[in-house]
């Protein structure tokens, strides 16, 4: 199927990104890649996002979405089939997804940072650092480093786990098609392969996970045709946001609605800059805001609620 209004803006190296290219080739979808600059400054993505700067950020005319879950999400609806959630358990396969996206990406994040010491660009080492590490992120990267074999063995864990999931012989994680929580595990997994100098030796303890890492890369990214920056954000102008005003939600628990005036922002405290916007929708999963930039024209940016702090302005 083509769908030639998705643009990816990511960078090869991005295991998030990764986890969208995956959920691509899940769906057999064409798609359109910018490649964004690894560390900021990134201003031809943060026009188009009021600030986000993590990688990768989609956008479907003017309408952006930030975050790999609120990628999926607007996947899933824009199109159904197949579906990233073959099997009747997709509520408890978002929970698990939303672990793989918080614990499991952060577990992999100190592997893969804590192994490379003082490896690191010192300017890569203080961007990730600070992101993921907080202030004391210095520290936090040497911590990282001295705790290599507990951290090691909390990844093995996981390996172990996975790989009994597919002793009965199944495909996939969740059977024998692939779903989102394929992609969601993967993305830790390539990860570690890719960017940890004992990864591949790490692995091949799992024979059923190693076969499960080459089905999947078999998969492929579905098609891929580049993009400039400039291309994309002219895209964007171009386009009116498709998302319609949402209806206010009574139990909404801080009382969000449209029309009002909040900043978005990553609910750990990673230095980043927070995203201004008047409410379009808020719903329990996801919070749409309206922005308006004189290089994109009127855009609506869409956050996950899920590890996301919504203050009202
Ligand atoms: N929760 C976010 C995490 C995104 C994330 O941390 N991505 C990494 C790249 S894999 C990142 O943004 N690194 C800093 C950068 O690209 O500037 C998501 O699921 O999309």
């Known amino acids: 199927?083509?769908?030639?209004?998705?643009?990816?803006?990511?960078?090869?190296?991005?295991?998030?990104?990764?986890?969208?290219?995956?959920?691509?080739?899940?769906?057999?979808?064409?798609?359109?890649?910018?490649?964004?600059?690894?560390?900021?400054?990134?201003?031809?993505?943060?026009?188009?996002?009021?600030?986000?700067?993590?990688?990768?950020?989609?956008?479907?005319?003017?309408?952006?979405?930030?975050?790999?879950?609120?990628?999926?999400?607007?996947?899933?609806?824009?199109?159904?089939?197949?579906?990233?959630?073959?099997?009747?358990?997709?509520?408890?396969?978002?929970?698990?997804?939303?672990?793989?996206?918080g614990a499991l990406f952060d577990l992999s994040v100190r592997i893969v940072l804590g192994s490379a010491g003082d490896a690191l660009p010192p300017e890569?080492?203080?961007?990730?650092?600070?992101?993921y590490f907080g202030p004391d992120w210095a520290r936090g990267l040497k911590e990282a480093n001295s705790a290599l074999p507990h951290l090691a063995a909390q990844m093995r864990v996981v390996l172990h786990w996975l790989d009994d999931q597919l002793a009965d012989g199944r495909r996939f994680i969740s059977g024998d098609a692939p779903a989102a929580i394929d992609a969601q595990f993967y993305h830790a997994v390539w990860f570690i392969r890719g960017r940890w100098d004992r990864g591949p030796a790490f692995l091949s303890e799992f024979a059923r996970l190693e076969r499960w890492e080459a089905d999947i890369a078999a998969l492929g990214h579905g098609t891929m045709t580049p993009m400039s920056?400039?291309?994309?954000i002219a895209v964007a102008r171009a386009a009116e946001p498709t998302t319609t005003p949402g209806i206010t939600d009574p139990l909404d628990p801080q009382g969000l609605a449209?029309?009002?005036?909040?900043?978005?922002s990553p609910d750990l405290d990673g230095g980043e800059q927070p995203v201004q916007g008047?409410?379009?929708?808020?719903?329990?999963?996801?919070?749409?805001?309206?922005?308006?930039?004189?290089?994109?024209?009127?855009?609506?940016?869409?956050?996950?609620?899920?590890?996301?702090?919504?203050?009202?302005?």
Request: glycine share 8%; net charge positive.
């Open 124 to 131: 890569f080492a203080e961007d990730r650092g600070r992101l």
């Open 1 to 101: 199927m083509t769908d030639p209004d998705i643009i990816l803006h990511n960078y090869p190296q991005s295991p998030v990104a990764e986890k969208a290219r995956v959920a691509f080739g899940i769906k057999g979808l064409a798609w359109r890649s910018v490649e964004i600059p690894r560390i900021p400054p990134k201003p031809m993505l943060t026009v188009l996002t009021g600030g986000y700067r993590r990688t990768p950020v989609m956008q479907i005319g003017a309408d952006i979405y930030c975050d790999s879950q609120c990628i999926l999400h607007a996947l899933e609806r824009r199109h159904p089939s197949p579906s990233f959630y073959p099997t009747p358990e997709s509520g408890l396969l978002r929970c698990l997804g939303r672990w793989t996206d």
């Open 229 to 232: 920056a400039g291309e994309a």
């Open 258 to 264: 449209p029309g009002m005036a909040v900043t978005v």
């Open 278 to 313: 008047v409410i379009v929708s808020a719903t329990a999963d996801t919070v749409t805001l309206r922005r308006s930039d004189p290089e994109t024209g009127t855009i609506h940016v869409h956050f996950p609620r899920a590890g996301y702090r919504v203050d009202i302005a």
